[in-house]
């Protein structure tokens, strides 16, 4: 079946412009995250969302930062007023995951958006 | 704070040899915690889950240890080939639904023929 999907794969934006990256996240998996690589490093975690539960924000680094998840599928990361050091790799992933339980919990990653910003 | 640590140095092997990556955490209880393997440019790929009442679990030339008392997890790679070659990342996870999975900066393995 179709995986993770993410886009763009590229963006090249200029400093102080607002980016939106779509996630579109495997069907019927009820969790969703974001999370920022920057070059050689780990995964940052940025957003947590779950079901229809308020979505874990703790790993946003600032305001300009923001997510939404319509439908409880697609989400949309938007970055207002882009810095050079948003510079990374974001990484969408989804899993299945049931309340109460920890299910199946095992992550599927996207390929990622690689943003720029100039 | 929650803190996951693998060897940030690059880890090179000799093929045929096993491969032996840490993750060590701090400040955390984890219900499970997992391995992913991530190539350049690629998101990351699941490989093994194992619980905290699971002393180790293996899965073909794989196998993960998980010790809650030295709150460590061994990532072994028996009979290395350079196709195993890539960065291993560790990540942990809590009991409820509402808990986030936090990874660790991973590790680059290197496998030379």
């Known amino acids: 079946g179709a995986g993770v999907s993410q886009s763009p794969s590229n963006k090249v934006t200029e400093k102080g412009k607002d980016v939106e990256l779509r996630c579109d996240p495997i069907?019927?998996?009820?969790?969703l995250y974001w999370y920022r690589q920057s070059l050689g490093q780990g995964l940052e975690f940025l957003i947590y969302?779950?079901?229809?539960?308020?979505?874990?924000k703790s790993g946003l680094p600032s305001d300009r930062f923001s997510a939404e998840r319509t439908g409880g599928s697609v989400s949309t990361l938007t970055i207002q007023r882009t810095q050079q050091e948003d510079s990374a790799v974001y990484l969408c992933a989804s899993s299945l995951v049931l309340r109460g339980t920890s299910g199946r919990v095992e992550q599927y990653f996207g390929p990622g958006t690689r943003l720029t910003v100039t | 704070s929650q803190k996951i640590e693998q060897n940030s140095e690059a880890l090179n092997i000799q093929e045929g040899k096993t491969a032996t990556l840490t993750c060590n955490y701090t400040n955390y209880s984890p219900a499970y915690l997992q391995w992913y393997r991530q190539d350049p440019g690629r998101g990351p790929v699941f490989l093994l889950l194992i619980r905290e009442n699971e002393k180790e679990k293996r899965k073909e030339r794989l196998k993960v240890t998980f010790d809650t008392t030295l709150k460590q997890s061994l990532f072994h790679i028996t009979a290395s080939q350079p196709a195993d070659s890539a960065t291993y990342l560790c990540a942990l996870g809590g009991y409820s639904s509402a808990s986030k999975i936090i990874f660790g900066s991973g590790t680059r393995l290197s496998i030379r023929p």
């Open positions: 069907s019927g998996h009820t969790a």
């Open positions: 969302f779950q079901g229809n539960s308020a979505p874990d």
